[in-house]
T-cell receptor, first 117, second 114 residues
Framework: AQTVTQSQPEMSVQEAETVTLSCTYDTSESDYYLFWYKQPPSRQMILVIRQEAYKQQNATENRFSVNFQKAAKSFSLKISDSQLGDAAMYFCAYTPYGTGTASKLTFGTGTRLQVTL | DVKVTQSSRYLVKRTGEKVFLECVQDMDHENMFWYRQDPGLGLRLIYFSYDVKMKEKGDIPEGYSVSREKKERFSLILESASTNQTSMYLC?????????????FGNGTRLTVT
């Protein structure tokens, strides 16, 4: 069974600084997708960034980027120029390549990010 | 834009009651999911459905059942609610046309069983 591990229950960063959230996963598949989701206090889960395992290039979305290390099964999220609105729970998620019963996502336990002035 | 709507934001039920949590999506997605979110445990999959009338157990199906009679609607049923089912419940949907398509979530239902 696939597992996703987020070893940092809480992180804190000062506004305008950079922070990295860690995620590791375990799978025997070679093709899969990884996601980072953000859940602010409003509870609405928002997709931050996604990465296809077959792509060597790390995904980037504005201030958000990932460091994807396939051999190490590591998928960390870097937030640059942190803003107060980045304060939220962040979840890492994995899904294998495929449809039907393979469509489900497995989530980590989350990292709560605080942004301070 | 995809919209996933959960019928209740907050719900309070008594032990032993039958509870229905409803979820509707408007993007013709094949896949729908029910997750439970608890502090320190993240999101855990209860059940999912990849087609009408098709369902599969997730990681924690005990005490729950589901119904998907129409493509847009996925219901989670607590046959006899218990206090350990007090939690946040998140519904999500996902299309099948793109393998890397993300989940689209509803706003969640915070259920309290007393």
């Amino acid at each position: 069974a696939q597992t996703v591990t987020q070893s940092q229950p809480e992180m804190s960063v000062q506004e305008a600084e950079t922070v990295t959230l860690s995620c590791t996963y375990d799978t025997s598949e070679s093709d899969y997708y990884l996601f980072w989701y953000k859940q602010p206090p409003s509870r609405q889960m928002i997709l931050v960034i996604r990465q296809e395992a077959y792509k060597q290039q790390n995904a980037t979305e504005n201030r958000f980027s990932v460091n994807f290390q396939k051999a190490a099964k590591s998928f960390s999220l870097k937030i640059s120029d942190s803003q107060l609105g980045d304060a939220a729970m962040y979840f890492c998620a994995y899904t294998p390549y495929g449809t039907g019963t393979a469509s489900k996502l497995t989530f980590g336990t989350g990292t709560r990010l605080q942004v301070t002035l | 834009d995809v919209k996933v709507t959960q019928s209740s934001r907050y719900l309070v039920k008594r032990t032993g009651e039958k509870v229905f949590l409803e979820c509707v999506q408007d993007m013709d997605h094949e896949n729908m999911f029910w997750y439970r979110q608890d502090p320190g445990l993240g999101l855990r999959l209860i059940y999912f459905s990849y087609d009408v009338k098709m369902k599969e157990k997730g990681d924690i199906p005990e005490g729950y059942s589901v119904s998907r009679e129409k493509k847009e609607r996925f219901s989670l049923i607590l046959e006899s609610a218990s206090t350990n089912q007090t939690s946040m419940y998140l519904c999500a949907s996902r299309g099948a046309s793109s393998y890397n398509s993300p989940l689209h979530f509803g706003n969640g239902t915070r259920l309290t069983v007393t």
